[in-house]
């Protein structure tokens, strides 16, 4: 993991305002829907150094605000890494990084650390750098989040690839 004083890219490489994939194109690549979407939209895409940045636009009436500590609502950490774990699956998809008739879940997270707080109105900016990649297996990335350039967050997460039909199945 990075120390926090390195960043995974410069501020001055990309525009927040710059949209590459707005949520419709987010939602082609990822299968999360209603409170569970937690991706804006994508600003930057290098598929050479396999960075990307995303943002998520928090808003006042997040199903989460009301009982996240009332009277002073801040990101839950754990929401956090879920914004960092869809920006992931969002490159992984693009690419083809988890293989035909698969999605991307949850595998782990590894060295998370919290650095600041988030709250309703931010915009919670995330750059990921995909780390490690088996192939139709597995996915690692190194996520930094940042509000403006302030450094809120950074760790580790851990793709695994899961066929598609596993997640529509009814139990």
């Not at 890219?9 to 987010?26: C, G, K, Q, S």
């Not at 851990?158 to 009814?170: C, E, F, I, N, Q």
Request: with cysteine; net charge negative; aromatic share 8%.
């Amino acid at each position: 993991m990075a120390k926090s004083k390195e960043l995974l890219l410069e501020f001055h490489e990309f525009d927040p305002n710059h949209v590459v994939a707005d949520i419709e194109a987010i939602r082609r690549c990822n299968p999360q829907r209603y409170e569970m979407e937690q991706l804006t939209a994508v600003c930057f895409e290098d598929s050479e150094r396999h960075i990307t940045v995303g943002y998520k636009d928090l808003a006042q009436d997040e199903f989460w605000v009301r009982g996240h500590m009332p009277g002073m609502p801040l990101l839950p950490g754990v929401i956090m890494c879920e914004v960092a774990a869809q920006l992931c699956s969002f490159y992984s998809q693009r690419h083809g990084l988890h293989g035909e008739n698969a999605i991307l879940g949850f595998g782990g997270m590894n060295d998370i650390r919290f650095r600041g707080v988030v709250r309703p109105g931010d915009r919670l900016l995330v750059v990921s750098k995909l780390i490690r990649v088996r192939k139709g297996v597995m996915v690692t990335s190194q996520f930094q989040a940042f509000v403006g350039q302030t450094l809120v967050g950074e760790g580790e997460i851990v793709g695994v690839a899961l066929p598609k039909d596993a997640a529509t199945r009814s139990n």
